[in-house]
């Protein structure tokens, strides 16, 4: 599938009408000769693309694979010609013995799908492997499906009526800027779009401030659309909460203004009118509500909030070393979470503070919210960790569906130990990028995460005791585990280890 020059509307042109057209070749028994022409979309049929910031048409291209899925059984036709006008002739063999009048669908690419019309776990692993440009978007995720009928006459098959293969994405083009008073552009090396908290696409590249990425359609609600950026050592977020619909076979552009995380304190956004309750904080630890006087707490605090307000954390100067005994929760308000926690260990420093000097840090620090939906735009940027530092971080948030990234390489005891226990909303977890595991160090970490169906660990040490002790108990049934090439996970099976009716992917 080629990309072609921009034209006319802004509707992604992903439609193509396939019609009849018989062949006299002998077949096997069982087998059907199928062949017929698929028209191009319209438009320019220019094999260079070409951007006017209006509208993206496509091109077949020859030996593009298209399924056939019939009565259970999956074959493929292939582009063999592509004539002047940019229609194209497929060929294949029906097997199975189908007959006439049965029905068929069309799908594109043709390894994307499996005999029952299922995305295939690879396929769907491609939205979070783009790399920023048309080109990759519609060489490898430009999914398309269409329902017709087979006529079948003798040994020759061909379609009964015109097919339309639509395309099930759409694309949005996406320019970064900062949220500087006169705006710079944002070269970023990697882009990361959520909605509702979760990952719905990922594209990396060199550093560039344009990126086009292909996302199954949506609309979004609370939560929102969150898009966040690598910018060199910093994050960058830009979060709208609600009124965004994306509709398949749709072009969208849009210029974000996106802050750094690494500059932002700890932020609770409040989703809802309500409160937010801060229980046992550390003496003078203070909060800032949208962007007023810093205020310190001396005891349990209950903040009102309405629906967009912003409340900042910091601790006292650097005196405050650990939050153990600290919880946020208990409030009314639906809240999410983004900016660097460190705000509260360095109140001024925060930006470049990476050293968690005290055990327990954070241990327990969101317990039981169950108001916290989004996490993903918290930084958690120490590379040197503290024993049990985000123990129990987030145990029983029963509304979180994202999970902040976990950066560091060089684990501790107990470091990420039962730090999602019981986050039975969370369907992805952090990748886990470390290559040596510490002693309990993912212990019950995603122990009762119901719904939590996708994990990559990088780990090719995991012989530390009890590393992984009930880590991915009472998860979904089937998911997709990602493990380093070269790790032997053979003596690690079930909750302990991956759990059996998952699929193994290698990166």
């Excluded at 006008?85 to 189908?98: D, Q, V």
């Excluded at 932020?267 to 009118?273: P, Q, V």
């Excluded at 930084?379 to 902040?404: D, K, V």
Aim: glycine share 10%.
């Amino acid at each position: 599938m080629k990309v072609q020059r921009l034209i006319g509307t802004a509707v992604l042109a992903l439609v193509m009408a396939a019609c009849a057209k018989e062949i006299s070749e002998p077949a096997a028994s069982g087998e059907i000769h199928f062949t017929a022409t698929i028209p191009a979309a319209g438009g320019n049929t220019k094999t260079a693309y070409t951007e006017d910031g209006t509208s993206i048409s496509v091109a077949w291209s020859v030996n593009d694979q298209i399924a056939l899925i019939h009565t259970g059984v999956k074959d493929v036709a292939t582009v063999t010609a592509v004539d002047a006008s940019g229609k194209a002739t497929i060929e294949g063999t029906l097997t199975g013995s189908p007959a006439d009048g049965d029905n068929i669908t069309l799908a594109y690419p043709a390894d994307a799908v499996d005999a029952s019309q299922n995305l295939d776990p690879a396929a769907r692993d491609k939205f979070y492997a783009q790399d920023g440009t048309l080109k990759f978007i519609q060489d490898n995720i430009d999914f398309r499906l269409g329902n017709g009928k087979i006529a079948v006459q003798g040994s020759n098959a061909w379609l009964k009526e015109d097919v339309t293969l639509e395309s099930l994405i759409a694309v949005w083009k996406l320019t970064l800027q900062d949220d500087a008073s006169t705006p710079n552009a944002l070269a970023a090396t990697e882009l990361r779009l959520r909605v509702g908290g979760e990952l719905v696409a990922r594209a990396a590249s060199t550093a560039k401030s344009e990126y086009y990425v292909g996302v199954a359609p949506f609309v979004s609600t609370s939560p929102g659309v969150a898009v966040e950026a690598t910018v060199g050592a910093d994050t960058y977020l830009y979060c709208k909460n609600g009124g965004v619909t994306l509709g398949e076979s749709k072009y969208y552009q849009s210029t974000v203004s996106m802050a750094s995380m690494l500059h932002t304190p700890l932020t609770l956004e409040a989703l809802t009118d309500g409160t937010i309750v801060v229980n046992g904080p550390q003496s003078d630890m203070q909060y800032s509500k949208n962007g007023g006087t810093k205020t310190s707490m001396t005891g349990n605090t209950t903040i009102d909030v309405k629906t967009g307000d912003r409340v900042a954390f910091y601790g006292a100067g650097n005196s405050i070393d650990s939050y153990y005994g600290t919880w946020i929760t208990g409030g009314t308000a639906s809240v999410k979470a983004y900016g660097n926690i460190m705000s509260l260990v360095d109140e001024t420093g925060f930006a470049t503070a990476t050293k968690l000097k005290t055990s327990h840090t954070f241990e327990d620090f969101f317990y039981g919210n169950s108001e916290l939906t989004d996490a993903s735009g918290l930084l958690l940027p120490a590379t040197e960790l503290a024993g049990s530092c985000y123990g129990s971080m987030f145990y029983g948030c029963t509304s979180l569906t994202a999970a902040p990234a976990l950066p560091a390489t060089t684990l501790t005891g107990y470091c990420y130990a039962s730090m999602f226990e019981g986050c039975t909303s969370l369907t992805s977890a952090p990748a886990l990028a470390a290559t040596a595991l510490a002693v309990d160090c993912y212990f019950k970490m995603f122990y009762g995460c119901s719904k939590l169906n996708s994990v990559t660990c990088l780990a090719t040490d995991i012989s530390a005791m009890d590393c992984t002790y009930n880590w991915l108990k009472d998860v979904a049934a089937a998911g997709t585990f990602t493990k380093a090439a070269g790790a032997d996970w053979s003596g690690k099976t079930g909750a302990s280890g991956i759990p059996s009716g998952w699929t193994v992917l290698v990166k």
